[in-house]
């Protein structure tokens, strides 16, 4: 017994160390680690992949129905009160002509057991929902490519936003900086009667909405890691260190501005194949339809062996059991059905037509997907480039507004207002950084490439 408390104690304890290392587990990586690492362990893809096992099972399922099926049956009975038949005398039971003899025909107990084999010979439904079966699979894949897709322009979309964040901490932080120590120089002024009180308290509400602007910063950061981490498939306290920078990667994507140029080819995205395996799916609909009116044909084969008595004794040597055996063909024949069958069919042809429409909006859909992508895509790269010079305007103008005021030749509320032109420059180049990313990621989840190698 004490054997057995000290191993469960040492299993509890290994359990608890491994939890606790999991817990404490820190990982690190660049975009396109990540979006490998999502691929594999997000919520998302591992049910897709699951998805995908149940389009594998289903497949089998249906190819099983035309496959040899053994049943087997067993059956006890005990007739508590035997049923009495009449019979008519003279026949051998006794009495006379004219009158009815009580005899009991059925035992008091009785047994039997059997095995029956049956066999689909021929049945069109069969061979289309074979068809269908294997559509169904093709369908799953690209279910599953779809969600990789977007997996992979979430976390696209995720990382960028951390790295958003943690610049823009890091920018209100330097500015922050600089307003107190503005407020600072500005409040001794003032005491010593060079400056006006104005002075000081346009000042104090930069620093304090600088203040602000920072824990809001800091708060949003900690919920981008954790958007982050769900994306990825992670706890979302795990700690995740990211080893890309946000201007490289603005950078980088804008120079790939070949995708743009390259002509699309619709059968290869994903909208366009699942739309496609729409149209087949309700062709085999169809298919399966006029296959209704066909006749069906299977076989089957049973064997088995009965027992009865007034005692249970069947597993006794005194026993008796009798075999009986039964081969047969079972043919069923479909002749009228009030216009049932002519119904679903044109039904079917409706739902296909339908599938054909959609089909084609599909591909139009698609095209202007694309066009209105990467128009998105052009615009934020030349957002970028403007964000970039109307930043070093904005800081060429906060500079000689600080040397104004501190000269005494320019106001507190010009200089407040020169501060909040850059901090509003210096936001709109973070984000058209952040627009570059998402906008070339929507392209490649519509031109369907989710295993975008970022590092080039």
């Known amino acids: 017994m004490k054997k057995i408390s000290l191993s469960l104690l040492l299993l509890l304890s290994t359990i608890g160390f491994t939890q606790e290392e999991n817990q404490n587990k820190s990982y690190a990586f660049t975009l396109q680690e990540a979006i490998d690492f999502a691929i594999d362990s997000s919520y998302a893809t591992i049910n897709a992949r699951r998805d995908v096992a149940i389009a594998l099972k289903q497949k089998w399922e249906t190819t099983a129905d035309g496959l040899p099926q053994i049943n087997a049956a067993g059956n006890y009975e005990y007739n508590a009160i035997v049923q009495i038949t009449p019979v008519p005398g003279g026949l051998g039971f006794g009495g006379e002509e004219g009158e009815f003899i009580p005899v009991q025909f059925t035992p008091r107990q009785n047994m039997n057991a059997s095995v029956t084999l049956n066999q689909l010979i021929f049945d069109g439904s069969y061979i289309v929902a074979l068809q269908a079966a294997k559509t169904f699979l093709e369908y799953s894949d690209n279910e599953e490519t779809r969600t990789k897709l977007d997996v992979r322009k979430d976390v696209v979309s995720a990382y960028g936003n951390v790295l958003l964040t943690h610049n823009s901490i890091s920018i209100i932080e330097s500015n922050l900086e600089t307003a107190k120590k503005n407020l600072y120089e500005t409040r001794k002024t003032f005491e010593n009667g060079l400056a006006e009180e104005e002075d000081v308290e346009q000042l104090q509400i930069t620093y304090q909405q600088l203040q ?240 975008t190698n970022f590092e080039k």
Do not use: C
Request: charge should be negative; aromatic fraction near 8%; hydrophobic fraction near 40%.
């Open 212 to 451: 602000s602007q920072l824990n809001n910063a800091k708060r949003m950061k900690e919920i981008s890691k954790e958007s982050l981490n769900m994306v990825l498939g992670l706890p979302i306290t795990t700690e995740v260190t990211l080893l890309e920078d946000l201007e490289v990667l603005a950078n980088r994507n804008a120079l790939e501005a070949e995708i743009l140029t390259d002509d699309l080819e619709v059968e290869n995205t994903i909208d366009f194949k699942i739309a496609d395996n729409l149209v087949k799916q309700r062709e085999l609909e169809m298919k399966l339809e006029k296959s209704r009116a066909l006749p069906s044909l299977s076989a089957f084969a049973n064997y088995g062996q009965t027992s009865f008595g007034n005692s249970f004794e069947f597993f006794s040597s005194r026993a008796d059991w009798f075999e009986f055996s039964v081969i047969g063909l079972s043919l069923n024949v479909p002749i009228f059905s009030s216009g049932q069958r002519s119904a679903r069919t044109q039904k079917a042809r409706i739902e296909m037509d339908k599938a054909e429409t959609q089909k084609t909006q599909a591909i139009n859909q698609i095209k202007l997907q694309l066009n209105n992508a990467k128009s998105n895509f052009e615009f934020s790269v030349d957002n970028y480039d403007l964000s970039k010079k109307n930043l070093e305007l904005a800081e060429r103008i906060e500079h000689k507004n600080q040397l104004k005021f501190k000269e005494g030749v320019g106001t507190s509320f010009e200089l407040r207002q020169a501060q909040q032109q850059l901090y509003s420059a210096q936001n709109e180049l973070l984000q058209s950084m952040l627009d570059i990313i998402n906008s070339k990621a929507e392209i490649e989840k519509i031109i369907n490439t989710p295993f």
